[in-house]
C-alpha cells in the first residue's frame, strides 16, 4: 500500500495539496536523454487549471523545480526527483473536515489514516499530484517518440454527447491536431454540443463526467504477459490511479458483449512479408501481449465530486447527519485536463513493458540458434 | 514480467494446457485454516468443462492435489502448493501453430516467447490455468467468510439479455441460490433468454459474450490506497489476468458519463452511530479506499475465439494468408464458468488488500494517543 | 535496480552529491507519529562532517526540509518526502572524471550509466546520500522505541584495535553513553588508541577501516522468514547499500568456523514462564527468524577510498595510465559518521519486519480456535 | 514475507522435508535453452545427502520432475516448475516437537507459524529445500556460461583448517577440478587434515563449520546499483537465505578493517586498449556495480546444529527445563553439501542483475547520439 508504482521503472508521488510542495521520483529511466521542456511544459499546461473558460481558477503555474537525476539538460539515469512548490494555497476555502463531502475521499482518507491525514483540499488523494505524473510521463513520452511510439487521448463521450471511436482507425493521423483542441475530439462538429454541455452544468453549480479514449501506436508485437503482468493488467493499474477514472476496457471492452465471436475475432493478414490484422476488436491485445496493433483503451471518468449545490452529508464530530456546501475553485467538466493524465499514464506503462521486453531480448540475442 | 500475483500474499501460477500438470503457489496465506474441501471442490466444480449443456466436453476431473503447505487438513502458513494433474489431453486436436487462431493468443504467444512457446491448447495462456486460481480464491473466500466477508457475481448481461444489477442493492440477499443457478441472474426469468442466445450462437459455430458483476460484502471502510494500490487498481490488475476479460468497472463505471456530479456523488448518513451512504454510485470505493459499502465492479468478458466456422488467419512457414478451422472442444460461452474464476480472483484482492491493512492497524494500536 | 526499498515500508532515495538537493520519500510510515525532531538533529548531526577532529570539513549544516506526510508536526500516514539543498557545493574540488579515482564508484558509475553520470562529488553514490538515510531512521527508531525496541551500534574495530563485542551482553545498558561518546565503544579505555590510529592515518594522507557492530534489543520472536525474506537477508540488503560496508555478519559470524556445533547451539531455557536461551550465538535469528533475544550483527567497514596520497588510474580519454590525487575534503576515518546510518538502516529494516508481522498477526486473531 | 525471491527473475521455493514434495517456480528464465540435464544432475548429486563419508546417509535420489516450462527438452520461457518427491522420510526419527531442537528453526517456526507448522524434519525451513535452488541454479548457471560467466566455490576454511583464497587470482583455473573434488579446496594437501577434523567431530557426536568462498569470472562492468540493487545486496540477500549462512563478505571483507585505503584501493590499468585493475581488493564490486574484475565473496557457515550429544532445551507443553537429544541422520560437516547451493544461489542473483543490465542497455542502444 504505497503511492509507488514498480514496473520495470518506477514512480514514487508524494505530496499533499496545500502542503509544502507535492512531486515524484522517476527511478530507472534512461540515462543520455536531453529533456525536451517545452513538450513538458506544454503537456503541463494542457493539465493546468486556470486556463479556459471550463477550468478551475487557481493559479499555480505548476513550475517543475527539478531536484536530481539532471544534469545539464540531460538525464544522468539516476533518480529524476521533480517537486513543484504549492504557491497558491488558500486553505481557508476548504470546510472543516468534519463533514466530509461526497463523492470525494474525504472520508474513506480519514478512516485509511485514522484520522491524521492532511484533508486540506485532498491532501495527497488531490488531482493536483496528477501535475508530476503529467511530467513523468511526458518525459517517457518523448523518449518512447524517438522509438517511433506515438501516445493520443481524446474525449470519447462527454455526458451525452459521444465522439467516435479510434477503434477502426488503423492508423493514427492528425494527433498534433488533437492535442491543440480545447476539447479533443474526431468530430469538431460536437465541439459545440459539448461546450454547451459543460456550461450548462457550471450554470446549475453542477459537474458532468464522460469517457476518455487513448490509443498507443508503434508498439511492436510481444510486449506483456500473459497474467499479471498483462498489457491491460499494468495500464489498468496505473489508469485507476488517476483519481475519478472509475472504469478501464480494451478494444471493443464492454461492447463485447454484443459481438458474437466470429465478429470479435480479428484476422490476421500479410501485408508483404508482414503480419498484421484486418481489424482491431482487441485494441491491440491479445493474451496480454501486443500484437504489433495501435493499444486502444478507453477510461471512463466521473463527474467532478466537488459541486456548488449543497449536499448532505454528516457530522463525525457530532454524528449527525449534516448539509454540506463546497467552497473554492472547482472545474464543471475534468476531462480536458485528464486527458494529458491519461497520455501520461500509459507512457509510464507502455515504458515500462518495454524496458521489460528489452531485457527479454537482450537475453535473447544469439541463443536461438 | 511473470505470472506472479505480488501483493501481501502472493500467487504464482504455472504450467500449460497440455504439459505434465498445472498449478498454483499461495504464499503467505495465514496458517492454521481447516481447508474446507467441499467448498473448494464446489468451487472447482463451477469452473469445470463437462458439466452441463454449454460447456466443452473435455473430461479433467480437476482433481487439486496439494503438494505443500498443509499438513493434517490445516494451512501451516507456508507456501501452499497445488497442482492439477493434464488427464485428458488430446494434443492433435489442435492444428499445428504454423497458423495462429485468430482472437486467440497463439501469435502474440508465439512473437513473446521467441518462438519457443509450448502452444499446444494454449499452453500457458489457456483458460485452464484457471483452475489453480479458482483453488487459491476459494481458499481466501472461505477464510474472507470467517470475517464476515462474501463475494458474489452474476451475469449482468449475455448478448443482449441484460439483468438488473447489484448496484442498487444496499444488502445482498440470496446469494448462494445464485451460486446454484446454471446461468446466475437476479432476474430469473431471464434465463431462457440467455439459453436460448447461447444455444444459437453454438447451433451457428460461433460464441457470445457478456458482462460479469461481482460484489464484495462486509469490508470495513479503509481498505485500499490513494495511487498505485488503490482497491480498483488492485482488483483490475488481477481481473485483466482473468483470460477474456477485456474491460474492468466500478460502481456505475462507464455509465458515469450520463451522471451529473449531483447524481453521482453518494450522500453520507448517519445509521445510528455508524456512518453510512444513501446511495452507492461509486461502488464502495472512493479515492481508491474502500468507504464500508459493497464493493461493485463489472468485468467485460469477450466471445470465447474458439468457433467452429472457418476463419482467416495466416501461415508463419509460408508468409501467405490462409484459413484455419478450429478443432476441439469449446464452449459457445465462456461466462457461466468464468464467474467462479471472477470471485476467486476478487477474493484473492481482496484479501491481499486485508492483510495490508491489518499490518497498518497493527502499527497504529495504541499510537493514536 | 532501483534507489528504492521496498519492503512493507519503502524507502525512495534520490539525489547527487553537487546536484540541488539529496532527499528521500519514506512511504508506508504509520499515521499519527509525533516527529522528535530534537532525535533527529541529533542522530543527523553524528552522521554529518566537519564536527570533530576526525571528519571531513566540509560544511553542510544537514538542515533537513519536510516536504510532505507531516502536518502539525505529525505523520499523516501518507508519503513522507524530506530533502537536504546542498548549500556548500565545491565542485572545482573534484578532479575531471577523465581519470576516475581507485576504491570510488567513478569507473563503475560511468559504465553503468553509459557515461552520463553525474560524477561531482561521487553523485548519487556519495556519502551524503546517507543523510536521507539517517532521517528516515531515525524516524523509525523514535517509533520502534515507543514499542520497547531500541538500536545501538558501536565500533567494534579499529584498524587493529579491537573492542568487546555485544554478543556476550544478553542485556544492553548504558546505550545512550556509546551515542554520546566520538567513537563509541565498549572499552572506554581503547579510544586513545582508536584515535591514536585514525591521527597517524591522516598524517600519512592515508585512511583506515573497520567494524562496526549494531544490535536490536527487545524485539519478539517470530519476526522474518525462512528463505528470502529472512531477518538476515532484510538487513544485510539494507546495509550493503550503505557505501563503504564490505561484509555483514550475524552473531559470531566468520567466528562460526571456530565453533563446533555443540558450542554454537544456544540452550533454550525457560525464566519464568518465558523462553530464553543461555546464549546468543545466534545474534537473535534462528531459521531467518527472531527468536526473542537481541539482534547482533557486524558489519565490515573498508576505509574510505579518498587518500591524499597519489595513486594508479587511468585516462578515460586518452586510454593509457595515468596518476590522480584526489583533492577536496576527506575523512581519515569514516566508521563514527557510519555508526548512525547503520543504526538508521537497521531501523528501516527492523520497521518492515515488524509491520510485515502486524499483518501476519492480524490475520491470526480468532482464528486458532 | 514469502518464500519468493523477486528479481529480474523471481524464484519460488515451496515444500516441507516430510510433506508430499518440494520444489520451485522459476519464473522469468529466457526461452529457448535446452536443458543439459546431466550438468543439473551432477549439480544435484553434489549437494545430495548419502554420497560420501561425510555426508547423513537419507537416500532420496533427489529425481526431479518438470512438470511444466520446458516443452521438448527445451525452455519454453514461461513457468518452470520442478518438483522432488519426498520418498525416504522417516517422520518417526524426528523427535515430538514438544521440545524445540537447539540452533534449529523448531522454536521460531513454531513462533512464527502460531503452532501450525509441519515440524517434521525441519519442515520447510529443511536444507532439504536446497535441491529444487540447486536444480534453479544449476539452470541459470548453464545459460550464464554460454555468455562466458563461470561460477566456483571451495571451502575457504573448515574448522581451523584454512585454505588460500580465490583473492589474488586475478584468472581462474582448474575450477573444474574444485567441482570433482570432494572437499574442494585449493591446497590439495589440506584434505587429510580436514577429513580429520570432521572425522574427530563425527567420533565425538558433533558438527564443525566453516567458510565457502564463491566467484564468479567473466562478468562485464555495469551491473549492479548504487544502493538496494546493488550486486552485494542482492547476492547477500540470496546466501542467507541459505540456512546455516551467518555471514556474507566481498574482497577483503571484514579483513578490510587490517587494510588502510592505500592497501584497500585497486589501481586501475590499461591492458591493451581495456581497462582493468592491479588488484581485487574490492572483490570486484565498487559502488554497489561490478567493475569487470573476479566477483569474489565469502560465506560464514556454522557448523550443522544436528548433533548427536544430548543438549539442554525446554518442554512447551510443560514449560520446564527439558533436554533434547537429535535422533535421525545428520552431516558432521555440512560444507561439502553447501558449495553447489552457493554457487547456485549466486547463479540466480548474477542472472537477475544480467537480465536488469540486458534491459538498461537495449534502452540505450540509439540513444547515445
Known amino acids: 500500500m504505497s503511492s509507488i508504482f514498480s514496473g520495470a521503472i518506477k514512480l514514487s508521488l508524494f505530496g499533499q495539496s496545500h502542503g509544502e510542495a507535492i512531486g515524484m521520483t522517476l527511478d530507472g529511466f534512461p540515462a543520455g536523454v ?21 477550468t478551475s481558477s487557481r493559479q499555480e503555474d505548476d513550475v517543475p523545480e527539478i531536484l536530481s537525476g539532471v544534469w545539464k539538460g540531460v538525464t544522468t539515469g539516476q533518480p529524476l526527483t521533480v517537486i513543484f512548490r504549492n504557491q497558491d494555497a488558500r486553505p481557508e476555502d476548504y470546510p ?12 474513506t482518507g480519514h478512516v485509511h489514516y485514522f484520522g491524521h491525514e492532511d484533508y486540506r483540499g485532498g491532501g495527497h488523494f488531490s488531482g493536483r499530484l496528477t501535475a508530476p505524473v503529467v511530467f513523468a510521463g511526458a518525459l517517457c513520452g518523448q523518449y518512447l517518440k524517438s522509438r517511433g511510439v506515438t ?25 498534433d491536431r488533437l492535442a491543440e483542441m480545447s476539447l479533443p475530439v ?15 452544468a457550471r450554470e446549475q453549480g453542477d459537474s458532468v463526467g ?18 499479471f503482468d498483462s498489457v ?49 476488436h482487441s485494441g491491440g491485445v491479445q493474451g496480454g501481449i501486443t500484437n504489433g496493433m495501435p493499444v ?13 449545490m449543497e449536499q448532505q452529508s454528516v457530522s463525525l464530530s457530532r454524528k449527525e447527519n449534516a448539509p454540506v456546501a463546497v467552497q473554492g475553485r472547482h472545474d464543471p467538466c475534468i476531462l480536458p485536463r485528464a486527458l494529458p493524465v491519461v497520455e501520461a499514464m500509459a507512457a509510464i506503462g507502455v515504458m515500462s513493458l518495454w524496458q521489460e521486453r528489452a531485457g527479454q531480448e537482450g537475453m535473447q540475442t544469439g541463443e536461438k540458434a
Open 232 to 280: 491491460e493488467s499494468v495500464l489498468s493499474h496505473l489508469m485507476f490511479s488517476i483519481p475519478a477514472v472509475k472504469g478501464v476496457s480494451f478494444g471493443e471492452g464492454f461492447g463485447f458483449a454484443r459481438l458474437a465471436g466470429s465478429q470479435a475475432n480479428d484476422a490476421l493478414r500479410m501485408q508483404g512479408d508482414n503480419i498484421t490484422f484486418q481489424t482491431n
Open 34 to 54: 536531453t529533456l525536451d521542456m517545452a513538450h513538458i511544459r506544454q503537456m503541463l499546461l494542457r493539465r493546468a487549471p486556470g486556463r479556459g473558460e471550463f
Open 96 to 107: 472543516d473536515m468534519d463533514v466530509p463531502r461526497p463523492g470525494h475521499a474525504d472520508y
Open 186 to 200: 474526431l468530430r469538431a462538429d460536437l465541439v459545440p454540443k459539448m461546450e454547451e454541455t459543460i456550461r450548462k
Open 210 to 227: 464522460g469517457t476518455i479514449e487513448c490509443r498507443v501506436d508503434g508498439l511492436p508485437a510481444g510486449l506483456g504477459a500473459p497474467f
Open 296 to 308: 486502444v483503451f478507453q477510461c471512463a471518468v466521473r463527474a467532478t465530486p466537488s459541486i456548488a
Open 151 to 175: 501516445i493520443t487521448a481524446h474525449i470519447l463521450r462527454l455526458g451525452d454527447v459521444q465522439d467516435d471511436s479510434f477503434l477502426p482507425l488503423l492508423t493514427m493521423e492528425n494527433a
